[in-house]
Protein backbone atom coordinates (compact mmCIF):
# COMPACT_ATOMS: atom_id res chain seq x y z
CA UNK A 1 0.00 0.00 0.00
CA UNK A 2 1.21 3.53 -1.03
CA UNK A 3 1.96 5.81 2.29
CA UNK A 4 1.28 9.55 1.56
CA UNK A 5 1.82 12.28 3.53
CA UNK A 6 -1.71 13.07 3.46
CA UNK A 7 -4.91 11.29 2.94
CA UNK A 8 -7.23 11.50 -0.19
CA UNK A 9 -10.51 12.15 -0.10
CA UNK A 10 -13.02 10.05 -1.63
CA UNK A 11 -14.84 11.92 -4.71
CA UNK A 12 -17.83 13.25 -3.03
CA UNK A 13 -15.85 14.91 -0.43
CA UNK A 14 -13.76 16.89 -2.74
CA UNK A 15 -16.35 19.42 -3.35
CA UNK A 16 -15.83 20.38 0.71
CA UNK A 17 -12.16 20.91 0.79
CA UNK A 18 -10.70 23.91 0.45
CA UNK A 19 -9.13 23.64 -3.37
CA UNK A 20 -6.53 26.40 -2.20
CA UNK A 21 -5.58 24.23 0.22
CA UNK A 22 -4.66 21.31 -2.19
CA UNK A 23 -3.17 24.00 -4.57
CA UNK A 24 -1.00 24.47 -1.23
CA UNK A 25 0.17 20.84 -1.06
CA UNK A 26 0.48 20.67 -4.34
CA UNK A 27 2.91 23.54 -4.33
CA UNK A 28 4.32 22.07 -1.37
CA UNK A 29 5.22 18.82 -2.63
CA UNK A 30 6.36 20.27 -5.95
CA UNK A 31 9.20 22.15 -3.85
CA UNK A 32 9.82 19.17 -1.70
CA UNK A 33 10.91 17.60 -5.09
CA UNK A 34 13.18 20.20 -6.48
CA UNK A 35 11.24 22.22 -8.27
CA UNK A 36 12.76 26.09 -7.77
CA UNK A 37 9.85 27.53 -5.94
CA UNK A 38 9.22 30.25 -8.13
CA UNK A 39 8.42 27.53 -10.62
CA UNK A 40 6.26 25.77 -8.28
CA UNK A 41 4.04 29.45 -7.11
CA UNK A 42 3.75 30.25 -10.81
CA UNK A 43 2.03 26.76 -11.07
CA UNK A 44 -0.06 27.50 -7.86
CA UNK A 45 -1.07 31.15 -9.39
CA UNK A 46 -1.99 28.78 -12.98
CA UNK A 47 -4.21 26.78 -10.82
CA UNK A 48 -5.59 29.87 -8.95
CA UNK A 49 -6.59 31.03 -12.34
CA UNK A 50 -8.03 27.55 -13.33
CA UNK A 51 -10.53 27.48 -10.27
CA UNK A 52 -11.68 31.36 -10.74
CA UNK A 53 -11.26 32.80 -14.06
CA UNK A 54 -12.50 36.41 -12.91
CA UNK A 55 -8.91 36.29 -11.49
CA UNK A 56 -6.87 35.36 -14.63
CA UNK A 57 -5.67 38.92 -15.47
CA UNK A 58 -4.58 39.11 -11.87
CA UNK A 59 -2.82 35.99 -12.13
CA UNK A 60 -1.02 36.80 -15.38
CA UNK A 61 0.29 39.73 -13.46
CA UNK A 62 1.98 38.22 -10.55
CA UNK A 63 3.45 35.35 -12.70
CA UNK A 64 5.26 38.59 -14.78
CA UNK A 65 6.52 39.68 -11.91
CA UNK A 66 7.53 36.44 -10.16
CA UNK A 67 9.39 35.86 -13.94
CA UNK A 68 10.96 39.37 -14.16
CA UNK A 69 11.96 39.06 -9.87
CA UNK A 70 13.23 35.12 -10.53
CA UNK A 71 16.96 35.44 -9.04
CA UNK A 72 17.92 38.82 -11.46
CA UNK A 73 20.67 39.28 -9.44
CA UNK A 74 22.28 36.19 -11.39
CA UNK A 75 21.07 37.53 -14.48
CA UNK A 76 23.88 38.35 -17.52
CA UNK A 77 23.11 41.10 -20.00
CA UNK A 78 24.70 40.08 -23.60
CA UNK A 79 27.70 42.43 -22.17
CA UNK A 80 28.19 40.36 -19.51
CA UNK A 81 28.11 36.99 -21.99
CA UNK A 82 30.12 38.13 -24.31
CA UNK A 83 32.75 38.78 -21.61
CA UNK A 84 32.87 35.46 -20.85
CA UNK A 85 32.52 34.12 -24.23
CA UNK A 86 35.08 36.66 -25.88
CA UNK A 87 32.80 38.52 -27.88
CA UNK A 88 30.83 42.05 -28.43
CA UNK A 89 27.48 42.32 -27.21
CA UNK A 90 26.48 42.75 -30.61
CA UNK A 91 27.56 39.65 -31.46
CA UNK A 92 26.17 37.66 -28.68
CA UNK A 93 22.92 39.10 -29.86
CA UNK A 94 23.07 37.80 -33.43
CA UNK A 95 24.00 34.23 -31.99
CA UNK A 96 20.65 34.69 -29.67
CA UNK A 97 18.51 35.03 -33.02
CA UNK A 98 20.73 32.43 -35.27
CA UNK A 99 20.05 29.93 -32.85
CA UNK A 100 16.01 30.82 -32.00
CA UNK A 101 16.29 32.59 -28.53
CA UNK A 102 15.38 35.77 -29.60
CA UNK A 103 14.08 37.94 -32.12
CA UNK A 104 14.50 41.40 -33.23
CA UNK A 105 11.21 43.85 -31.85
CA UNK A 106 9.28 45.23 -34.82
CA UNK A 107 8.16 47.55 -31.58
CA UNK A 108 10.52 50.59 -31.61
CA UNK A 109 9.38 52.81 -28.90
CA UNK A 110 11.02 54.36 -26.24
CA UNK A 111 11.59 52.07 -23.28
CA UNK A 112 10.74 49.00 -25.41
CA UNK A 113 12.88 46.18 -25.45
CA UNK A 114 15.32 45.79 -28.93
CA UNK A 115 14.50 42.14 -28.93
CA UNK A 116 11.73 39.84 -27.94
CA UNK A 117 12.41 36.07 -26.38
CA UNK A 118 11.13 33.24 -28.33
CA UNK A 119 9.58 29.90 -27.32
CA UNK A 120 12.87 28.56 -27.24
CA UNK A 121 14.13 32.12 -25.41
CA UNK A 122 11.98 31.86 -22.31
CA UNK A 123 13.49 28.92 -20.36
CA UNK A 124 16.79 30.76 -20.72
CA UNK A 125 15.99 34.47 -20.52
CA UNK A 126 13.48 36.62 -19.21
CA UNK A 127 12.45 40.49 -20.31
CA UNK A 128 13.13 42.70 -17.23
CA UNK A 129 12.34 46.12 -16.07
CA UNK A 130 14.59 48.83 -15.29
CA UNK A 131 14.52 52.38 -14.55
CA UNK A 132 16.27 54.40 -17.18
CA UNK A 133 16.16 58.11 -16.30
CA UNK A 134 12.79 59.57 -16.57
CA UNK A 135 11.26 56.00 -17.82
CA UNK A 136 11.21 52.31 -17.98
CA UNK A 137 13.35 50.37 -20.18
CA UNK A 138 12.51 46.60 -20.31
CA UNK A 139 15.43 44.32 -21.22
CA UNK A 140 16.09 40.67 -21.65
CA UNK A 141 18.71 38.84 -19.78
CA UNK A 142 19.63 35.40 -19.41
CA UNK A 143 20.47 33.07 -16.78
CA UNK A 144 24.28 31.64 -16.51
CA UNK A 145 22.84 28.10 -18.63
CA UNK A 146 22.87 30.48 -21.76
CA UNK A 147 26.46 30.06 -21.83
CA UNK A 148 27.03 26.77 -21.92
CA UNK A 149 24.51 26.63 -24.62
CA UNK A 150 26.03 28.94 -26.84
CA UNK A 151 29.92 27.61 -25.70
CA UNK A 152 28.48 24.59 -27.54
CA UNK A 153 27.58 25.46 -30.73
CA UNK A 154 29.81 28.58 -31.09
CA UNK A 155 32.87 27.37 -30.03
CA UNK A 156 33.11 24.62 -33.31
CA UNK A 157 31.54 27.42 -35.19
CA UNK A 158 34.13 30.13 -34.77
CA UNK A 159 36.99 27.37 -34.38
Known sequence: ML???FNLPGFNQL???SNVKWLNLIRDSLIDAG???T???SAYLAGIAHLN??????VEGAQELLTNTDGS????SPAEIGEQLGLTSIAVNQFLIGFGFQSPNPNKEKGAPRYLLTKRGETHGIKVQEEAGS???YRLKWKPSIIDILE?????TVL
Open 152 to 156: AVITP
Open 3 to 5: NLP
Open 135 to 137: FIQ
Open 35 to 37: VPK
Open 15 to 17: NTL
Open 53 to 58: PALTSV
Open 39 to 41: SAT
Open 73 to 76: DELL
